[in-house]
Structures are given as C-alpha cells and as structure tokens.
C-alpha cells in the first residue's frame, strides 16, 4: 500500500500570511496512463471534505485562487497565499493512483 | 447538480451487520470509480473499499477485508457497503465518494452493546 506523510501536522498561522503543508508519498503516483492522481482535501469543523485540488494542480470548481498546488512524483505541496478565517480546518492529501487509495494523516490549520 | 446521498447507518450491535446506501445523480455513474471512506469520531479519514465503474475490480482495506463487500447498481446509481461481523472500532462517519471529488454528508454507524 502507498503510505502518504503529511507534514506538519499542525499550523498555526496569522490571517493574511500565506500556509504550506507537504505531503510525501511512499513511492511514485504517476499512474500508468501518465497521470498523477493526487487530491487535497479541506474538512471545515462540523463538515465533510470537500475537494480543493485534483491531479497536484488543479482547482477544483468554485476552490479560490489563493489555493495552489504543485509537486511531481514523490513530493507534493499545498500552499494557501493568503490564510483567511474561512481556511481553518484539516486538509488532507489523498492519492487515487492505485487501490487501495490512501490518506495522509491531515494537518490541522488554526488561526494565531 | 452533482450528488451522493448516503443512508442506512444507525446503531448496531458488535457482530451485527449493516448494509448502507449510497444514491448518486448529476453524473454518469457507471463511469466512475466510486469509494467508500469512514472517520471515526475525532480522528482521519480512513478509506475503506472502493470499486470500477463497471463493478468488475474491487478492493478493501485491510482492516475490513473480509467482512465488508462493495457492490454497485448501475441501473439504479447506487453504491452498497453490506457490513458485517461489526467491531466497536468500525463506529465512524461513512462517506460516499466519487473519485475524490464529491462527497456526502455521511452516514453514521455506531457499534455497540
């Protein structure tokens, strides 16, 4: 099974400054058609996941630009540029390359 | 608009079995990949089965391998997790999932005596 590693597992942060959590798989996502297939995930208190980015980079409907992502093989980076209050939560990296799909451990963002 | 809807959890006895349910609507179903992943109270995600679009391959973790069996209706766009020989520790919110991109709201499952 592909283990996935997120760190930190905590971030505290002052609204307005930018965030970065890292997530590491245990060995490559690119799927045999080409594609990587890792997703990154925000679960606000009291709701379900919802899906930010899909396929390292790409924001899914409605996700606010100040949500990136990037990395490639191995290595991967979820990076907010401005934290707003509405971003507290734990995001997640998921990869759907291959059964059985994984999680990392989620990193918990808070306000300062 | 793109939908899962899931139903069928509920408080269970340890041993016991469950079957949940999972409507979906605003998409192809039979095209995707769908899944089934839990969050027991207070801790993560844990993804727990999930099967082809055309329910020909499936796969399980581990921790539930041989006690829980996926199965899709195409015809009807249902996704089903049949439970059972339930643990305490499978008390968790289950999640329908497209791929990764549309969730439920959940459906909870409590086990215990």
């Known amino acids: 099974d592909i283990v996935m590693t997120q760190t930190p597992l905590s971030s505290p942060v002052t609204l307005g400054q930018p965030a970065s959590i890292s997530c590491r798989s245990s060995?490559?996502?690119?799927?045999?058609?080409?594609?990587?297939?890792l997703s990154w995930l925000q679960q606000r208190p009291g709701q379900p996941p919802r899906l930010l980015i899909y396929k390292i980079s790409n924001r899914f409907s409605g996700v606010p630009d100040r949500f990136s992502g990037s990395g490639a093989g191995t290595d991967f980076t979820l990076k907010i540029s401005r934290v707003e209050a509405e971003d507290v939560g734990v995001y997640y990296c998921?990869?759907?390359?291959?059964?059985?799909?994984?999680f990392g451990q989620g990193t918990k963002l808070e306000i300062k | 608009e793109v939908q899962v809807l899931e139903s069928g959890g509920g408080l269970v006895q340890p041993g016991g079995s469950l079957r949940l349910s999972c409507a979906a609507s605003g998409f192809t179903f039979s095209s995707y990949v769908m899944s089934w992943v839990r969050q027991p109270p207070g801790k993560g995600l844990e993804w727990v089965s999930g099967i082809s679009g055309g329910g020909d391959t499936t796969s399980y973790a581990d921790s539930v391998k041989g006690r829980f069996i996926i199965s899709r209706d195409n015809s009807k766009n249902t996704l089903y997790l049949q439970m059972s020989s339930l643990r305490a520790e499978d008390t968790a919110v289950y999640y329908c999932v497209k791929a990764s991109s549309v969730w439920g709201q959940g459906t909870t499952v409590t086990v215990s005596s």
């Open positions: 060995q490559s996502l690119v799927h045999s058609g080409g594609n990587t297939y």
């Open positions: 998921m990869q759907t390359t291959q059964f059985p799909y994984t």
